[in-house]
């Protein structure tokens, strides 16, 4: 069963307006598509129609206007990483952005989306709400500010009418003396749902906290803010006691449920360890340790940005012969019938080129990664109309003619490849970490391949080879 009938890309706001007036609520919104293409797998969404606006201009800007930062939905978590506006006057924003998933969800992943899927998890939600963010939305009938608090309705429920679209997000900039910091637990390092997420702000004047936030996600429906424990804090300096009152106090306001990942019990007692860490951080100075100065973003020498599409909105629809017009490995295509698939089916269906693998197929395991307009990206998560216009690399076009991308030699020479599955998108991943950072140590090589995973190797021979290629190109 395809998961749409209809794919539009439009190139103008006006152009999406009017689609989404004309389908209601049969049609979607598809942005970086990591959160949307896994609900219509699981079946827990319907959209016939899919919009796509990842190539609409004017949607992906990050600029700071006086004292409010706006930013465009489109901007993918690693821009937000690797903004020194960001960075500067959001910095929990930038922490947070840069604990999602591993680098190829950043790539494609949006803020908008992030905040329009709504899960009580999404690790941007806590930042904005600690910063009282503004989201801006439009539809035919108009323009709406939203205060981001008023926005959640619920579980996966939003104040968002199926006609409108998230066209910008208005964030206080952090004022002079004001710090704060994103904490994130979860049961690993790169691709973990967050089991608890805090973000955290003081505002010190003379060494008095004269304003605090304190917004947690993961245990409620929705993200809460910690009000009583806020309150304790204002008016005196950030020092133990007060530490450890609104570490308990902020316990207290959390509601959360068993699943999966931890008990609700444990849930409340990490709020508290977490809030604690958090001032405690804040009350030393050391909130930006552990934050990457050169963070691995694998977009190689490009900005993050993906390429305009021009003209006028394009149309393919699952059964008809529309053409997926592409440029892959350096030759042209035009691809029929592949409409409703995935870019990892069309590659390796409609092109034969098998060197990309479907691995588990929901963004977890890398496998399927390409490169997409020259970042990286994972085909399974990417509809294969989206390429239309675009150009694409895999593991087949890395070589030059019969001369192998130094990687590759390096791979074969330590000895990195064991059944061989993971091995295209180690490959693809790899060598877009040395185009960007050509002597990357090994922190950065492990951050560059968090994404992808191995079974066979124990992953020593990868870094190894990974380092024996940057060392033979200098
Ligand atoms: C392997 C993996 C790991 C992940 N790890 C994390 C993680 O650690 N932390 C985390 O928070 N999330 C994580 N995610 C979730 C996901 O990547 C993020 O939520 C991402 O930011 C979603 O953005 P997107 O552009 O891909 O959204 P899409 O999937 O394109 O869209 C998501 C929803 O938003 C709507 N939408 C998008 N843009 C707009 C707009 N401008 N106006 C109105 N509606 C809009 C869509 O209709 C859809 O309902 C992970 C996902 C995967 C697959
Ligand atoms: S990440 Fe795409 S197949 Fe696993
Ligand atoms: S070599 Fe077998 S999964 Fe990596």
Not at 35 to 44: F, S
Not at 227 to 255: F, M, N, Q, W, Y
């Amino acid at each position: 069963m395809p998961l749409w009938e209809t794919y539009y890309t439009p190139t103008s706001i006006e152009e999406t307006l009017s689609l989404l007036a004309e389908h209601g609520p049969r049609a979607r919104l598809i942005a970086g598509g990591t959160d949307l293409l896994l609900e219509l797998e699981r079946g827990v969404r319907e959209a016939p129609v899919l919009i796509d606006i990842s190539r609409v201009p004017g949607l992906d800007g990050i600029a700071l206007d006086g004292e409010t930062l706006r930013l465009g939905p489109l901007v993918t978590h690693n821009r937000l990483v690797a903004s020194a506006t960001v960075r500067e006057r959001a910095f929990p924003l930038a922490q947070a952005a840069w604990r999602v998933g591993a680098p190829a969800i950043r790539n494609r992943g949006t803020l908008g989306g992030n905040l329009i899927t709504a899960s009580p998890a999404g690790d941007t939600i806590p930042p904005l709400v600690a910063a009282g963010a503004i989201l801006i939305l439009r539809s035919v009938r108009g323009e709406r500010q939203v205060p981001i608090r008023e926005f959640y309705k619920g579980v996966r429920q939003v104040d968002m009418a199926p006609d409108e679209m998230l066209t910008e997000i208005r964030v206080p900039a952090a004022a002079p003396g004001e710090r704060g910091v994103f904490m994130k637990l979860a049961l690993r390092q790169a691709l973990g749902v967050s089991v608890v997420n805090a973000a955290v702000t003081v505002r010190l004047e003379k060494g008095i906290i004269t304003r605090s936030r304190i917004a947690l996600g993961c245990v409620a429906p929705t993200v809460i803010r910690a009000c009583e424990a806020e309150g304790v804090l204002v008016g005196g300096p950030l020092t133990e006691d007060p530490i450890v009152e609104a570490s308990d106090l902020a316990a207290r306001v959390a509601v959360p449920v068993d699943d999966i990942r931890a008990g609700a019990e444990y849930r409340r007692d990490m709020v508290r360890v977490l809030v604690r860490r958090a001032l405690t951080a804040l009350a030393e100075g050391q909130e930006r340790g552990g934050f990457p100065a050169s963070p691995p973003l694998l977009w190689g020498r490009s900005d993050g940005r993906f390429p305009r599409l021009a003209g006028r909105t394009v149309r393919h629809t699952v059964g008809g012969d529309e053409p997926i017009e592409c440029t892959v490995n350096g030759q042209n295509h035009v691809v029929r019938g592949a409409n409703g698939k995935t870019l990892l089916r069309m590659l390796r269906e409609d092109l034969g080129l098998t060197g990309t693998k479907e691995g588990c197929n929901e963004g977890q395991c890398g496998a399927c990664t390409v490169w997409l307009d020259g970042i990286v990206v994972l085909s399974c998560l990417v509809p294969a109309p989206r390429a239309h216009g675009a150009q694409i690399v895999t593991v087949e076009g890395l070589a030059q003619g019969k001369e192998l991308h130094p990687l590759q030699r390096a791979f074969v020479e330590e000895g990195a490849v064991q059944c061989g599955y993971c091995t295209p998108g180690f490959l693809m991943s790899g060598a877009k970490l040395l185009e960007e950072l050509p002597n990357p140590s090994r922190e950065q090589i492990l951050h560059g391949i968090a994404g992808n995973l191995c079974r066979c190797t124990g992953y020593y021979k990868i870094v190894q080879a990974i380092e024996q290629a940057a060392a033979l190109s200098h």
